[in-house]
């Protein structure tokens, strides 16, 4: 640890800060997506078709699945 003199260690009042940027990044994005949906321009569509596919498309968990079991066995 020679080469940190100033290390900035994890106190509660950066875990709150942390927490507060964290929750207001999310707010942001979701009002973000909120309000494409609403926007009724023919840009939009695209957008929206894309929004749509990523939270619509199954994921394929098995092999999140079979690593994890391999682990555990």
Same mark, same amino acid.
């Not at 929004?51 to 394929?60: G, I, L, P």
């Given at each position: 640890m020679h080469g940190f003199i100033a290390e900035?260690?994890?106190t509660?009042?950066?875990y $709150?800060?942390?927490l507060c940027m964290q929750?207001?990044?999310?707010?942001?994005?979701f009002f973000m997506?909120?309000?494409?949906?609403?926007?009724?321009?023919?840009?939009?569509?695209?957008?929206k078709e894309a929004?749509?596919?990523? $939270?619509?498309?199954?994921?394929?968990v098995m092999p999140v699945i079979k690593w994890l079991n391999a682990d555990t066995v």
């Open positions: 900035k260690r994890k509660p009042k950066r $709150f800060w942390r929750t207001a990044g999310a707010i942001g994005v997506i909120l309000s494409l949906f609403g926007w009724t321009a023919p840009q939009a569509a695209p957008l929004v749509q596919e990523c $939270f619509t498309t199954d994921a394929d």
